[in-house]
């Protein structure tokens, strides 16, 4: 069972989640900015004792990113999961990690030409950076925005369980359910 940890990174209160299997952890999105957040997310992971297995990353904007490099000094050799991995699913493959034996990732373009939605359908968990928030989405008006594509990928989320826990990179935990009934985009 997952242990879900949130840090509301950066001036745009990004969404940093650490997501605990054990004694390991993946972190999604590190959107830390200056070294006060740094040092709260690595206090965490040893409080903890928790081991980072790899960074699993929705997208390339600067807010979901600027943390990457801490956690790289710091975890050289993390593989880096994102839209390329569904391109080639080779790093998956090669992680060989039990708990993402379930992990899949849904290409959810719109938002950004990148965007991907890491989903975890035994835990019925899905983390969709700035593709779906609480009754509301990312915006398009920015380079790689695209609001034909952000719609055709609501609506392959719309397919998921409603009891699905949606884990957006900007505000509050939500489900599918909540969403189709509140979201106007939805």
Same mark, same amino acid.
Do not use: R, V
């Given at each position: 069972m997952m242990n879900i940890k949130t840090f509301y990174c950066n001036p745009y209160r990004e969404c940093t989640y650490i997501v605990e299997l054990g004694n390991t952890c993946f972190i999604i999105d590190p959107g830390m900015y200056g070294e006060k957040e740094e040092q709260r997310v690595l206090d965490y992971l040893h409080d903890h004792q928790l081991t980072p297995c790899a960074i699993l990353i929705t997208h390339y904007h600067p807010d979901h990113i %600027?943390?990457? +490099? %801490?956690l790289q000094s710091h975890f050289p050799n993390l593989p880096i999961i994102d839209y390329q991995s569904k391109m080639n699913n080779e790093q998956l493959n090669n992680l060989q990690i039990e708990q993402f034996t379930n992990l899949q990732i849904i290409l959810t373009p719109g938002h950004k030409e990148d965007a991907v939605c890491f989903y975890f359908p035994e835990e019925k968990t899905i983390f969709t950076g700035d593709t779906l928030f609480q009754e509301s989405i990312g915006r398009t008006d /920015?380079?790689?925005?695209?609001?034909?594509? /952000?719609?055709?990928?609501l609506n +392959? /989320?719309?397919k998921l369980p409603?009891?699905?826990l949606v884990y957006p990179g900007h505000g509050y935990q939500t489900t599918i359910g909540h969403e189709k009934d509140f979201n106007p985009y939805l």
């Open positions: %600027c943390g990457l +490099e %801490c /920015l380079p790689g925005g695209d609001m034909g594509q /952000l719609i055709h990928s +392959e /989320l719309k409603e009891d699905t």
